[in-house]
């Protein structure tokens, strides 16, 4: 299947500061990407979806201006977190798919801690 | 409203059969699919069901039935790395996935 690459795997920052997510697609063309969050015990919560060249569109709730996505090419989108805090640790994962499939495969998923 | 059900947790005996069943309601329905999810880690992709029936592969099994908004994943010949939540998602007419809550199994030896 198609791969879908995710980094970090684990980042720990300081509140505050902000972090940067990304996530490629290495053998496709990811045209829309989804960035997950998940809480422990809990299931995927969409936070974003982001079609290549387009801007994001946000799930109610979602901050845009704190998670800000770029998808700027067909096989990059970043997250970045600001000025985050300790409520933002998260495990972050990202999805990718093409236009042509109904599957989006995931990202191996950025777990995050602020302290 | 859209919304998917599955049951929190399930356990189950190694080398026997479960069933984990997933109900929804979604504006429109472009298919099921069921995840497999092990701590920590990535949902891993198990199946993905568009039209009424069954699906086999291999120890995994997946049923629709798209009239009732039922489906269920059928887990034979159990493993102990079969230990995971599995997440039911249901795409609505937007083809955007709308997740159930994860059901845990937990495998006994």
């Known amino acids: 299947g198609a791969v879908v690459s995710q980094h970090p795997s684990w980042v720990i920052c300081k509140s505050g500061t902000s972090v940067k997510i990304e996530c490629r697609s290495l053998?496709?063309?990811?045209?829309?990407m989804f960035w997950y969050r998940q809480f422990p015990k809990q299931s995927l919560m969409l936070m974003a979806t982001?079609?290549?060249?387009?801007?994001?569109?946000?799930e109610q709730g979602v901050e845009k201006d704190k998670f800000l996505i770029n998808h700027a090419s067909l096989t990059l989108s970043t997250l970045t977190v600001t000025s985050a805090h300790p409520e933002d640790s998260s495990f972050y994962i990202c999805?990718?798919?093409?236009?042509?499939?109904?599957?989006?495969?995931f990202g191996q998923g950025t777990r995050l801690t602020v302290v | 409203g859209q919304n998917i059900d599955q049951p929190t947790e399930m356990t189950a005996t190694e080398g026997a059969i479960v069933q984990i069943n997933c109900t929804y309601q979604t504006s429109g329905f472009n298919g099921l699919f069921w995840y497999q999810q092990h701590a920590g880690e990535a949902p891993t992709f198990l199946s993905y069901?568009?039209l009424d029936g069954l699906e086999e592969k291999g120890r995994f099994s997946s049923f629709l039935s798209r009239s009732k908004g039922y489906s269920y994943l059928l887990l034979k010949e159990l493993q102990m790395k079969d230990s995971a939540s599995y997440l039911c998602a249901a795409m609505d007419s937007n083809y955007q996935l709308i997740w159930g809550a994860g059901t845990k199994l937990i495998i006994k030896p």
């Open positions: 999805s990718a798919k093409d236009r042509m499939d109904t599957e989006a495969f």
């Open positions: 053998d496709f063309q990811a045209t829309t």
């Open positions: 069901n568009v």
């Open positions: 982001s079609n290549e060249g387009s801007k994001a569109t946000y």
